[in-house]
């Protein structure tokens, strides 16, 4: 199945050349969390905040070569947003990203979009076992029409490479 979305597309294209081999990988788990943040959330007015935070939440891992990218991610995201007259949504796009990976729920300022955000990643880095009240058969529909193509085990090879470096703090993306 071939599907564009043209705001995650021309905000993905400039970094195919940083992110090389793990581009369709990561191209898919995008649109995953991307289409999950729509059968979370059905209002129109945050699809595209939803496209943007999806395509930066984890593009520092490639912009700074690191398991710790969520202050890099959210960087790329500022830069955008700034180059495109977006400031306004600066300071949600940057919660979305920041609170991602986290264990608790936010409550805070945007608790909305960020939340639905951070569930739409959590389904997907769970393979669809979390839903947040989603049913499973629509994950499974996006799952299908954007196969894994083994981002999940680039993750993983990603994350024992910083246990190695770093074992008091193998996992930064969760703890900051």
Known sequence: MSYSNRVIDELLDPFKAIIVEDYDK?????LRVYQNCLLLDNKKDNEIKYAIASVYHDIGIWTNQAIDYLEPSIEQAKIYLTQTGKEEWIEEISLMIYWHHKWSAYKGKFAETVGNFRNADWIDVSLGVL???IDKTEIEKIRKAFPNLGFHKFLLKKITGNLLKHPFNPLPMFTR
């Open 26 to 30: 990561y191209r898919n788990h995008v």
């Open 131 to 133: 839903t947040f009240g």
